[in-house]
């Protein structure tokens, strides 16, 4: 006997009738003589229109409510896939992250898993039951309900995998699998068979929603292979195992995007050691992610210009640090754009094929897209465009290297 962890995204519970047939999905594989732990997120655009109420109240909401808020949108969807387990007259239980007690640290909003409880559930599933846990949420030492960031389900799913020892974690979405690049901007998109756990880390953090970055992080660190799979088809779906266990066909194995980037100059600063410091310092305090940075100097290697890239909601922010800096930064003065994309190309098979990084670029340069930054690693290579080119861009990469 098998037991298997089933996670269903937002998207396969996003309606009553898909909750049904998600049940009916949950039926057959318990039928074929499995233990099955499933794990479900709130019903699809339900945490956006819970987070914009709490916008209506403040744009500071305090991030410990905002956790009890964002959380009830999996408790519905969790009752819901129970009962309709229930109701196809198969014994089924809801469990909420604090009633097992999944515990997490107390870094709300985006809290980690630290423990799970597993006793009760292991003997429910054991003696025939099916058990469903609320996706996203846990609760901290202190009691408090806590989230694991936007898209923690995935991240409950490969975690209760582990506590669990469960033989396989299959992640059910609203596409047949993992694609070359999101099929919902391309339809040239082409189902991947089996990917690595560091592409998949790559893709997914480069805004490849279909996986949560920390969830495929957590999978690779803990060897946790992943079945990523759609609940309204039977196909086979993408294997995210380990890299000795692909082999690379292409160079370039997937293109991600991200949209509401921002780009931040502070032109003229002094060029001396310290200054960069100076400038990202009083951002990283505040907890602003900061992207890609360049900096270049100016002839006579007096003044320099650095540029830096972070997401669009950080902008106002940023500004204000940058000028109350401004003595001390002694800047001449500061340019910003909001309306850009980050465009990735993404392959393990790049390190051995140099030429990559030109090809790309005069792709782009063909089609007159302008590139404003670039950075890369081993296995990719981002650049920073204009926003409204980026559907242009990623199929034109996608030709490009060969994935039509
Ligand atoms: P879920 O509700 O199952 O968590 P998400 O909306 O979080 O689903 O993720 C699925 C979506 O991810 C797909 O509908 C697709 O548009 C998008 N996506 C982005 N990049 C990819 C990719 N490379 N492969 C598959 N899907 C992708
Ligand atoms: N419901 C949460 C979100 O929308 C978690 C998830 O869907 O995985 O972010
Ligand atoms: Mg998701």
């Not at 790559?202 to 990523?228: R, Y």
């Amino acid at each position: 006997m098998k037991r298997l962890i089933l996670k269903f995204g937002g998207t396969s519970v996003g309606t009553i009738e898909k909750i049904k047939k998600v049940a009916n999905i949950i039926k057959k594989r318990f039928s074929e003589g499995n233990e099955i732990i499933v794990i479900v997120s709130a019903m699809t655009g339900v945490t956006d229109e819970l987070k914009k109420k709490s916008n209506l109240i403040s744009n500071n909401f305090d991030d410990k409510e905002l956790d009890v808020l964002l959380s009830s949108g999996e408790q519905v969807s969790c009752s819901l896939l129970s009962g309709a387990i229930i109701d196809l007259g198969l014994k089924a239980r809801s469990w909420q992250g604090w009633q097992i007690p999944i515990l997490t640290d107390a870094n709300h909003t985006s809290s980690n898993i630290m423990r799970i409880k597993t006793e009760e559930i292991s003997n429910f599933v054991s003696q025939g039951g099916i058990a469903v846990i609320t996706g996203f949420q846990g609760v901290s030492m202190d009691n408090r309900i806590t989230t694991l960031g936007r898209g923690g389900s995935d991240l409950s799913a490969v975690v209760i995998a582990k506590f669990f020892r469960a033989d396989s974690c299959e992640i059910y979405t609203d596409v047949d699998g993992i694609f070359t690049t999101d099929p919902s901007i391309n339809n040239n998109a082409k189902k991947i068979d089996k990917i690595s756990y560091e592409e998949m880390l790559e893709m997914a953090s480069l805004g490849a929603k279909v996986m949560q970055p920390n969830a495929v992080q957590t999978s690779m660190i803990d060897n946790i292979p992943l079945h990523v799979r759609s609940a309204f088809s039977e196909k086979s779906g993408t294997q995210i195992i380990p890299e000795s266990e692909v082999d690379y066909k292409k160079v370039v194995t997937g293109i991600a995007y991200s949209k509401g980037n921002a780009k931040v100059s502070v032109v003229g600063v002094v060029d001396k050691p310290g200054v960069a410091a100076d400038v990202f310092e009083p951002i990283g305090k505040n907890n602003i992610n900061i992207d890609m940075v360049i900096q270049n100097t100016s002839l006579d290697g007096k003044k320099a210009n650095i540029t830096f890239t972070i997401k669009r909601e950080d902008l106002k922010k940023t500004l204000s640090l940058i000028e109350k800096n401004k003595q001390k930064l002694n800047y001449n003065k500061i340019t910003h754009d909001d309306k850009l994309a980050k465009v990735s190309i993404i392959g393990a098979g790049m390190q051995a094929n140099p030429g990559v990084t030109h090809k790309m670029f005069r792709s782009l340069a063909d089609e007159k897209i302008n590139i404003l930054a670039i950075s890369t690693s081993e296995i990719k290579i981002s650049v920073l465009i204009r926003e409204d080119l980026t559907q242009k861009a990623v199929k034109t990469l996608h030709k490009t290297f060969g994935l039509n």
